[in-house]
């Protein structure tokens, strides 16, 4: 009886550790903090969500310090991912870039164009356009866990290398596209910052402390320049040693990519989901869900995603730049495509950057996101579970 209940023990917790280390379970919880924000937000605690979300302490509302401070860590693991499969993994030769690059591009414009359809004549609503053009990795690969084995290895590292390089694309985007009035001091102040990293990396130094300091002080100089704060995340990413001092040292890359995670997967993004997510419906008609916003970033992600996604994944097989993903059909392949049109994280990030003046407007890019990636996600996984698997997968 003693050795049942010592063998039980190991298997709870392995199970719970099981739960915690799944691929789903961090895509679950924002959902579950998305969704918790969206009643709190239809209820009689709706003043005291934004009571909260404005509440100010050291200069900043609790809302800026999620979106500019806590985010800037998921930029920067964002940026860690990046480098890594960039530099050794699974975007290190331009052979292996060439689908999920060109599948990604066309997953970024298709998307916005759809957006540009229905807001091209408004001048207020057109600076949305890169909203439905960014896929959320943590949801995608989420879903795809769920499925297990009825989808094939290939797709996971096809659909996760896509989602990296769109992360990637939505960085230049912010950068080049959604910042305020710049201040040559404080750009100044973050280029010098830039330089140190720089001069740190070549001169080999590998204790993650001294990089940690320059990138707090980066942060604080670009939230000062105009530039959005969180770029400061992936340009120190950049700088982060990719190698130990020898083979027996962890990579600083790697311990800090490893200590983040798990940050950035049960607090931050759950943060933001619950900051972000919360729409009230109240007073809302029918005329505006369907007004140009909501229906522009829907469509773009549902819509625009799939076909673009998987055109140029079909125009880029077809014509030999790369090799279809091995074990995978082209009814797979679709829908992969579709489920890159859940776009929640990076999508609400772009709208509250584009339409920062209009609280309104943020209402309905959330009522956009959400709709477009629900639908994206539940006929993705539909078309992935009925899908009949290749012979011999």
């Known amino acids: 009886m003693p050795e049942e209940i010592t063998r039980d023990k190991p298997r709870q917790r392995s199970t719970l550790a099981a739960l915690l280390h799944a691929p789903a379970a961090g895509g679950i919880i924002l959902i579950v903090a998305s969704a918790i924000a969206i009643i709190v937000a ?40 990046i480098k890594r499969e960039l530099l050794i993994g699974q975007l290190a030769t331009w052979g292996q870039r060439a689908l999920p690059g060109l599948a990604a591009l066309g997953g970024m414009a ?63 985007i912010i950068a080049l596209f959604y910042t305020g009035g710049l201040s040559g001091v404080m750009l100044a102040a973050a280029a010098g910052v830039v330089l140190l990293l720089m001069l740190m990396n070549r001169m080999g130094v590998k204790r993650l402390l001294p990089y940690l300091v320059a990138g707090a002080v980066l942060w604080f100089f670009m ?24 083979a027996r040292q962890p990579a600083p890359i790697d311990t800090l990519e490893h200590g983040l995670l798990p940050w950035v997967k049960f607090l931050i993004l759950p943060l933001f989901g619950f900051a972000n997510a919360g729409v009230s419906l109240g007073g809302m008609t029918m005329n505006d869900v369907l007004s140009p916003v909501p229906v522009g970033v829907a469509l773009g992600l549902f819509v625009g995603k799939q076909i673009g996604v998987f055109s140029m994944a079909l125009l880029t097989i077809k014509t030999g ?40 407007l943020v209402d309905e890019v959330k009522i956009g996101v959400l709709a477009g990636s629900v639908v994206a996600a539940l006929v993705g996984m539909l078309i992935l579970r009925l899908a009949p698997a290749r012979h011999g997968q």
């Open 42 to 81: 239809n209820s009689p605690l709706d003043a005291l969500y934004r009571e909260l979300l404005h509440f100010k302490f050291a200069g900043l509302s609790v809302e800026l310090w999620i979106n500019d401070a806590l985010m800037a860590i998921f930029f920067l693991l964002v940026g860690l991912e």
């Open 110 to 172: 298709v998307p916005a164009l759809v957006y540009l359809f229905f807001n091209a004549s408004n001048g207020e609503t057109v600076a949305g356009w890169a909203i439905p053009s960014a896929t959320d990795i943590a949801f995608a690969l989420g879903v795809l866990a769920l499925l297990g084995s009825r989808v094939p290895a290939s797709l996971k590292i096809f659909l996760s290398a896509l989602a990296i390089l769109d992360d990637m694309g939505a960085v230049i």
């Open 223 to 246: 939230l000062q320049s105009g530039i959005h704060a969180t770029i400061a995340g992936v340009l120190l990413a950049l700088f982060i040693p990719l190698r130990g001092k020898d």
């Open 321 to 360: 730049l790369a090799p279809r993903p091995q074990g995978s059909t082209w009814i797979q392949i679709y829908g992969v495509s579709v489920l890159c049109g859940i776009g929640f994280t990076m999508s609400l990030f772009i709208g509250n950057l584009a339409f920062a003046r209009s609280p309104m």
